[in-house]
């Protein structure tokens, strides 16, 4: 009897062992599971560009940066890089800017096929110069759309949450900064309140300092980044019943300035 019981015991014991085995093998990797719960997913840079509606077509157009932002060819300049040209090649789509919607878009692909998402690029590039030449900005605005959204998507699903993050970083820091640019020429203290972001800046600063590659974190860009990020956040967070002063537009804009300027170091 006690023969039996010790062998069942035995089995009971090899048993729950390998059940455990086998879930541990379908479990993801325990240094992914702790990105996926840390690293959050952050909501589109058009959020601010909704007070575009109340502002001129060729203010907007104004707003375009003359220069084309560029930077070293690195992945997570590339990621910034990427973001901020959407954002934009939004603009200038908005502000019905054709030479510029094609400069921008050019370096778009160009950057989308440098982080390995050539599928994306095939996909649009041919469309998107159509569009541009028939100046079609209703369609172009939704194909803009589509393409953030699945380049974001690609890196989010292949668990590249720095290039995701960096590309989202970079749309968010050229949005914040037009729109606040566009205010500051003919202040509106109701036109401020689409910068107040609080929610997405928090996360952006968390995502960044989930970022953990000695190649990304040790960069004297990464820290100044992170640190200016952080000055934004403060001034995002003293809103006055949901407004901003002209000066913490211009504040907006220097920190903001300062961190394009950065990434191009």
């Known amino acids: 009897m006690k023969i039996r019981i010790t062998i069942a015991v035995l089995l009971i014991t090899m048993l729950a062992f390998v059940a455990c ?14 990105q996926i719960t840390t690293f959050a997913p952050l909501p589109s840079f058009k959020q601010v560009y909704e007070v575009l509606d109340k502002i001129q077509v060729r203010d907007i157009s104004a707003a375009v940066p003359d220069t084309l932002y560029k930077t070293k060819q690195e992945e997570v300049r590339n990621s910034f890089s990427l973001g901020l040209l959407t954002a934009d090649a939004v603009l200038a789509a908005k502000g019905r800017n054709k030479s510029k919607l094609s400069e921008i878009s050019a370096s778009m692909m ?7 998402l050539e599928s994306e690029v095939n996909r649009l590039g041919d469309q998107m110069k159509t569009m541009i030449e ?17 380049v974001e998507s690609k890196l989010w699903e292949n668990e590249n949450f720095d290039d995701y993050t960096m590309m989202l970083l970079g749309g968010w820091i050229e949005a914040a900064n037009r729109v606040a640019w566009l205010i500051h020429q003919n202040y509106s203290a109701e036109r401020t309140k689409v910068l107040r972001q609080k929610g997405t800046f928090n ?8 970022i953990s590659a000695p190649h990304i974190t040790q960069q004297d860009a990464y820290k100044e980044t992170l640190t200016l990020l952080e000055d934004i956040k ?32």
């Open 21 to 34: 085995k086998k879930k541990a093998e379908q479990s993801p990797n325990a240094e992914i599971s702790l």
């Open 110 to 116: 160009n950057l989308t096929a440098l982080l390995g």
């Open 134 to 150: 028939n100046e079609q900005w209703e369609e172009l605005d939704k194909a803009l759309d589509f393409h953030k959204a699945d």
């Open 203 to 210: 996360s952006l600063v968390q995502n960044m300092k989930q």
């Open 234 to 265: 403060k001034v995002i967070d003293n809103d006055h019943e949901g407004v901003y002063s002209k000066e913490q537009l211009q504040e907006i804009i220097t920190y903001t300035d300062k961190i394009k300027a950065t990434m191009q170091k």
